[in-house]
């Protein structure tokens, strides 16, 4: 799902258009309607934001 959701992001192409060896366009599309109304992605992007910025501190003090 999250392959399908990030591919049209990307590349804003229609649903429709979701290449055929990801889920039916309109199965991701459910999905992620469903997720942006229920706070799911921006909750998503939270958690990776933070997990990224801890990394890139983590690799900060490796170096020094």
């Not at 990030?6 to 199965?27: I, M, V």
């Not at 459910?30 to 229920?38: A, C, E, N, V």
Request: hydrophobic content about 35%; proline content about 5%.
């Amino acid at each position: 799902m999250l392959n399908g959701i990030f591919y049209q992001l990307k590349n804003g192409c229609n649903w429709a258009d979701l290449p055929k060896d990801l889920p039916p366009y309109s199965t991701v599309y459910w999905h992620y309607k469903q997720w942006r109304s229920q706070g799911v992605l921006e909750e998503l992007m939270r958690v990776l934001h933070s997990q990224v910025r801890l990394q890139v501190k983590q690799n900060r003090s490796e170096l020094h």
